[in-house]
């Protein structure tokens, strides 16, 4: 089932006026350029089966059409977007059923990172942890879903990083960025902003317990909403 529809339908208004600033550091590198493409894509402003238009982009976030390419060549390898002979890049386009195999991966992955981490979350973590919720929360009180997402992002990965695991973080890191922009449209539903947020609170409860199954089963709870929003999302649904 092609999404490019939906995305044109769902607009991501607030994302989309907080991330078209231009980020700040050198003007010429190909980190510049991925960044502003990240935040393009995360706020709808290049939706699923659009074409990046290269030229234009690279005017657009002042550099040459040199890092633009190469900042594209590095999303293909992520899969958030495609190449396609003699008509170029376009933002990837999921299926339901990619969402769903992406996100069972995750689940497998994320235990595995979550039981190796836990046993060094000291009370200098946690707080770092905590403090990402609470910045998650603070961004949905005034409904800025660019921010939200960076902090989720903060709190998942402050969590599932400390298990000295290089390669399951990568893996993990590689699905997180394919999804990405459909994680946007599941921070639109102010509801949703607020249940992510209540099931951040759950996660920290089981983390300061130092309970691995509890905090497993708060993780999949959490993924598997998310899941399901974006299956009524991507169905056309509310």
Same mark, same amino acid.
């Given at each position: 089932m092609s999404v490019a529809a939906v995305g044109g339908r769902r607009a991501h208004a607030a994302a989309a006026a907080a991330l078209? =600033? =231009?980020p700040t550091g050198p003007q010429t590198t190909p980190q510049h350029a991925l960044e502003a493409l990240r935040r393009a894509i995360v706020a &709808?402003? %290049?939706r699923p089966g659009q074409r990046i238009a290269q030229e234009q982009f690279a005017e657009r976030v002042g550099v040459s059409i040199a890092p633009v390419r190469e900042a594209l060549r590095?999303?293909?390898q992520e899969g958030q977007v495609v190449y396609r002979p *003699? *008509? &170029?890049y376009f933002v990837r386009e999921l299926r339901i059923e990619d969402l769903e195999e992406i996100y069972e991966l995750r689940r497998l992955l994320e235990e595995r990172a979550a039981r190796a981490a836990l046993p060094g979350i000291d009370a200098l973590a946690l707080a770092s942890i905590r403090r990402a919720a609470d910045d998650c929360a603070q961004a949905a009180s005034r409904g800025d879903v660019a921010v939200q997402l960076e902090a989720n992002r903060r709190f998942h990965f402050a969590i599932l990083d400390g298990g000295a695991q290089p390669h399951t973080m990568r893996l993990i890191r590689m699905l997180w960025e394919s999804t990405e922009p459909y994680? !946007?449209? $599941? $921070?639109n539903s102010a509801a949703e902003r607020r249940r992510s947020n !209540? !099931?951040?609170q759950r996660i920290l *409860?089981? %983390?300061k317990a130092g309970d691995a199954d509890q905090l497993v089963a708060e993780l999949d709870a959490h993924r598997r909403r998310a899941l399901e929003? %974006? *299956?009524r999302v991507l169905a056309g649904g509310s």
């Amino acid at each position: 089932m092609s999404v490019a529809a939906v995305g044109g339908r769902r607009a991501h208004a607030a994302a989309a006026a907080a991330l078209q =600033t =231009t980020p700040t550091g050198p003007q010429t590198t190909p980190q510049h350029a991925l960044e502003a493409l990240r935040r393009a894509i995360v706020a &709808g402003e %290049l939706r699923p089966g659009q074409r990046i238009a290269q030229e234009q982009f690279a005017e657009r976030v002042g550099v040459s059409i040199a890092p633009v390419r190469e900042a594209l060549r590095m999303l293909e390898q992520e899969g958030q977007v495609v190449y396609r002979p *003699r *008509r &170029g890049y376009f933002v990837r386009e999921l299926r339901i059923e990619d969402l769903e195999e992406i996100y069972e991966l995750r689940r497998l992955l994320e235990e595995r990172a979550a039981r190796a981490a836990l046993p060094g979350i000291d009370a200098l973590a946690l707080a770092s942890i905590r403090r990402a919720a609470d910045d998650c929360a603070q961004a949905a009180s005034r409904g800025d879903v660019a921010v939200q997402l960076e902090a989720n992002r903060r709190f998942h990965f402050a969590i599932l990083d400390g298990g000295a695991q290089p390669h399951t973080m990568r893996l993990i890191r590689m699905l997180w960025e394919s999804t990405e922009p459909y994680r !946007a449209m $599941y $921070y639109n539903s102010a509801a949703e902003r607020r249940r992510s947020n !209540a !099931a951040h609170q759950r996660i920290l *409860r089981s %983390l300061k317990a130092g309970d691995a199954d509890q905090l497993v089963a708060e993780l999949d709870a959490h993924r598997r909403r998310a899941l399901e929003v %974006l *299956r009524r999302v991507l169905a056309g649904g509310s």
